[in-house]
């Protein structure tokens, strides 16, 4: 289908689609979309449709399917895509059967997205591609969540205010930690500010990592599985602290620590690498990152600055996500 406005980009593989989807909407901050086939290319989408919903990406994703008549019975690949992707715990799926409910489903599964932060989905059985209908100029909802940047975040006066606030919590001696997500990073000067201001400790999700700069004291690193390796200052930081000020985390499971820390080789050591890496950098690098050790020493071994972005499949830690993910960072 030509169109102005969209720019196609062909993946080869539904799992490389839908990660390269859910990499672009947490750089750009704004809704991504994938397309796929039914049957075995929309069960390719699964662990990809997971990530993205379980970090809280804007996710739209679209897949064809059989006639809509041949919906409630099989024939030869076909699976039923609404009941997998709502089992997995998707924000939405549903299967378009007629036409007059291909616009009142776009314009729910448009919404969801983008104000929750979720992933939608839509099967469009063959039928309905073919049909017709005459779309509203409006899918009566607010069309600026459209825009480039998906919510309304708190201002960066906010933030500040919010220091005051939180002073006398502070004063009472409340041990306080600042933590962070990927969509705090237009907000890194007032998040800094802040933790000078109260005297408390930052600290990131992995995908957060470039929120603030890694080099200032306030500075602890990442959180999660990903803090345990080149020291854990993140994991003594949360396992002292009775308060954390989050921003832009969708959860703070990442916040329960964990004892059982990988164990560390006495070969060549990857944080000695990344750590050198970090001196190559530019200031406004994307990183993109896999899983295994690789991505333990990536978190803390490379001491970010602000303006860079991390790009990882941060809950399920899905092999091959970097190379898909560097492919959106060039688009």
Not at 28 to 38: F, K, M, P, Q, W
Not at 112 to 136: E, F
Not at 264 to 279: A, Q, R
Not at 307 to 318: D, F, P, V
């Amino acid at each position: 289908m030509a169109h102005t406005k969209l720019t196609w980009v062909y993946n080869r593989c539904e799992v490389n689609a839908v990660q390269a989807a859910m990499a672009y909407a947490k750089l750009h901050n704004r809704l991504g979309c994938c397309v796929a086939t039914s049957g075995p290319g929309a069960g390719h989408l699964l662990s990809g449709l997971v990530d993205a919903d379980q970090d809280r990406v804007p996710l739209l994703c679209i897949t064809g399917s059989f006639v809509s008549s041949h919906i409630v019975y099989f024939l030869f690949d076909a699976v039923d895509q609404g009941a997998i992707f709502r089992m997995a715990g998707i924000g939405l799926s549903e299967s378009v059967s007629h036409i007059h409910q291909l616009i009142p489903l776009l314009r729910n599964a448009l919404y969801l997205a983008t104000t929750t932060y979720r992933c939608a989905h839509l099967a469009i059985p063959i039928d309905v591609q073919l049909d017709s209908v005459t779309a509203p100029r409006f899918l009566n909802f607010r069309s600026e969540n459209l825009s480039k940047n998906v919510l309304d975040h708190a201002s960066d006066e906010q933030i500040r205010a919010l220091a005051t606030a939180l002073i006398k919590e502070r004063m009472d001696g409340h041990h306080m930690v600042i933590f962070c997500g990927w969509r705090a990073f237009p907000f890194g000067d007032a998040i800094e500010a802040l933790a000078e201001y109260l005297d408390v400790p930052i600290i990131t999700s992995y995908d957060g990592k470039g929120c603030v700069s890694e080099s200032i004291p306030h500075s602890f690193g990442v959180a999660g599985i990903y803090g345990f390796v080149g020291g854990g200052k993140s994991q003594e930081v949360l396992e002292d602290c009775d308060v954390i000020v989050a921003f832009c985390m969708s959860d703070l499971t990442k916040a329960v620590t964990d004892k059982s820390a990988p164990v560390e080789t006495k070969y060549c050591h990857p944080g000695l690498f990344f750590k050198n890496m970090s001196l190559l950098l530019d200031n406004d690098a994307i990183l993109c990152a896999d899983i295994g050790d690789n991505a333990l020493w990536m978190a803390s071994g490379i001491s970010a600055v602000k303006g860079q972005r991390t790009l990882t499949s941060e809950h399920m830690g899905i092999m091959g996500f970097a190379l898909n993910a560097g492919a959106a960072s060039s688009c």
